[in-house]
């Protein structure tokens, strides 16, 4: 291929955060359609674990993205900084949703059993979980509209035969 790839873990941290994202979108916003059975707290458990997971899988993936930047395809300047600060949010977006979760857990201390990490400093505060819990939900929503920009601009590389999508396709 005549142009960059992103390394094998890039792709692979790029998959399962795509993956987690999608699991912890369903789980979160089935919470207050659920009823109150024994499966609600297993699943309000497993979408907190999971989005600590997430938190530490992004910081590592940016870490990878820094130490290994791939050179851009030659586009129209629109196109290279609709695509740079798109990628931006969505790395903002996939830091500040888990650590919002984080933080309202936190509040209240009810971090998920199978990884009790509280964040030092927080105190107990009701208001605080709350206010957590609201801004964690308009970040799950724009999350979903940018996560959806990206596919659509995946697709219309696609459409205008531009091997973008190949770069995070894992080919020999």
Known sequence: MSYNTYSSLQK???WIIAILIIGLWCAGFSF???PK???KPYLVNTH???GVIVFFLVLIRILARIKHPIKPFQLPKAIQ???KLTHIVL???IVMMPLSGWIMSSAVHKMPSWFPLFIPGIPYSKPLAQTMRSLHGY???TLAFFVTIHICATFFHVWRKEPILDRMLFRS
């Open 12 to 14: 692979s941290l790029h």
């Open 32 to 34: 207050d359609y659920l």
């Open 37 to 39: 059975t024994s499966f």
């Open 48 to 50: 907190k674990t999971l």
């Open 81 to 83: 900084l609709m695509g």
């Open 91 to 93: 790395y903002a977006l």
């Open 139 to 141: 970040l799950g929503y």
